[in-house]
């Protein structure tokens, strides 16, 4: 990894900020930049704290819906990891054209400055939303081809799967892009406030402060929970990985399926909150039933495997 310089959209989010902290940690030379719409810099001072040797980190606060801002972003950059986005699924069903403007736009400009200043590797999330309707379980990748979208978030995503395939393909010589399909990540420094606030930050704040749990259906529906540190790694494989991966998407998960029924029950038991109840509300709008990745192409291209698991990811945060 040494001698490179690496850039972090969305560095100031819940996983961009862990990726800053793990190249702090390894002492590399990292630009993040964020306009600070959905991150904090908190985040960013967190994870800059780990630095150790000659790390060096550069933050520029600005829009990827600028390229001019991109460009100076991707300025000797060797390595871009994407990650800002308009995040909500419901959201999205709210604000399609800040979604796209955000997702599609804003993708297709750090994309092109990447390109442009040279960096060899493109690296981006993607999402388990481009399944969409698919039933198929365990999803594996080329499935989504069959998918209808249930929000444009998910649109949004799939749509930059196409731009990374096609750019992998018409710049070959130039830039190599590699898609990471996250499922449901979770891990400190996630925001459990905000009507778009991720299930496992939100149980947790509500269970530690004595509050019940929402629970949107009746909890027979899953996810594929993973933990961050898995994400941090798939990214760093990903980088690093020698094999032919440009162009391709990789689903990044743990490969095993939670209800949230279940999921409830280990938080209870995990935090010692046994009393604690939940209140049903109607499944909302844009969500998928169940998620479940089939995790081999990722294991086999990439070495990819989960570090962690649902319950040790769970005690890794406490
Ligand atoms: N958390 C998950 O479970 C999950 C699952 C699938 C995919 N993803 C994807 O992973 C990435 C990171 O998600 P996260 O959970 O860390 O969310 P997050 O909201 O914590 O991080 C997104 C970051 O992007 C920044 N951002 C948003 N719009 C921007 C803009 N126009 N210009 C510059 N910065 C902007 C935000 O301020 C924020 O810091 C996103 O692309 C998201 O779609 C996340």
């Known amino acids: 990894m040494n001698g490179k310089r690496w850039l972090i959209t969305g560095a100031a989010g819940f996983i961009g900020s862990h990726i800053l902290e793990a190249l702090m940690e390894a002492g590399q030379d990292v630009v993040g930049l964020d306009n600070l719409s959905s991150g904090f810099t908190r985040n960013i001072e967190a994870a800059v704290q780990k630095r150790t040797g000659n790390a060096r980190f550069e933050f520029i606060e600005g829009d990827i819906r600028d390229p001019a801002v991109c460009e100076r972003a991707c300025e000797g950059v060797d390595i871009v990891l994407h990650h800002a986005a308009f995040v909500s699924v419901p959201g999205s069903l709210a604000d399609p054209a800040l979604t796209h403007a955000v997702n599609v736009d804003g993708f ?3 994309l092109q400055a990447a390109k442009n200043a040279g960096a060899r590797r493109f690296i981006y999330a993607s999402s388990s939303a481009v399944y969409g309707d698919c039933a198929k379980l365990p999803s594996r990748e080329e499935d989504s081809v069959r998918a209808k979208f249930l929000s444009p978030y998910a649109l949004s995503k799939a749509i930059n799967e196409m731009y990374a395939a096609a750019w992998s393909g018409i710049y070959a010589s130039h830039i190599q892009c590699v898609g990471l399909r996250y499922f449901n990540v979770f891990g400190a420094r996630q925001d459990p406030n905000g009507p778009y606030a991720a299930v496992i930050p939100r149980w ?26 898995n994400v941090v790694s798939a990214n760093m494989l990903a980088a690093n990985a020698s094999g032919d991966v440009s162009g391709q998407v990789f689903n990044i998960a743990c490969g095993e399926k939670t209800t949230l029924n279940e999921l409830f029950s280990t938080l209870k038991n995990r935090l010692g909150r046994q009393t604690s ?24 291209c990439l070495n990819y495997k989960p570090i962690f698991s649902l319950e040790s990811g769970i005690q890794d945060m406490e």
């Open 108 to 110: 297709v400009n750090v």
């Open 204 to 229: 947790i704040d509500a269970l530690k402060n004595g509050a019940p749990v929402t629970i949107y259906g009746d909890g027979t529906s899953s996810r594929d929970f993973c933990y961050v540190k």
């Open 277 to 300: 109840g939940c209140v049903h509300e109607p499944f909302r709008a844009g969500d998928i039933a169940h998620s479940f990745a089939s995790i081999e192409r990722a294991r086999s």
